[in-house]
């Protein structure tokens, strides 16, 4: 049988791994390789033991901290953009009912922004 999923735990006191939920005890060579987050294939005897151990490759998982943080961010850049940028650069983009225009213009003001704003902090 064959078990895929990513190591979600590893116990070295007890010398296993958590895999979709369930613990595997594995030899102390394969907890020297695997590390958590590690994207595993398990292949397993009738009685539940691991036999093979495969690394397919590792599964990052963005952390909610980080996210929140990037969220954060984003907001202020717009803030700035709406703060410095000029309102006659900003209203032909929001005239235009040409998706792709709308996303060069708006481009072009965040590029005009970002130097006003350089030119704030020289």
């Not at 005890?25 to 292949?43: A, F, G, I, P, Y």
């Not at 990052?60 to 006659?88: C, H, M, N, T, W």
Request: hydrophobic share 35%; charged share 30%.
């Amino acid at each position: 049988m064959e078990v895929e999923g990513v190591i979600e735990a590893i116990s070295y006191r007890n010398k296993g791994i958590k895999v979709r939920g369930k613990w595997y005890s594995v030899s102390e060579d394969v907890l020297k390789q695997v590390q958590k987050n590690h994207k595993v294939k398990l292949t397993l005897d009738d009685f539940g033991n691991v036999m093979d151990i495969k690394i397919l490759g590792y599964e990052e998982k963005i952390d909610k901290d980080i996210k929140i943080e990037s969220l954060r961010a984003s907001i202020e850049i717009l803030k700035l953009v709406f703060q410095y940028g000029q309102p006659y650069d900003i209203s032909p983009a929001t005239q235009s009912n040409n998706l792709e225009e709308q996303v060069r213009q708006f481009t072009t003001i965040l590029e005009k922004t970002y130097k006003r704003i350089l030119n704030m902090l020289k």
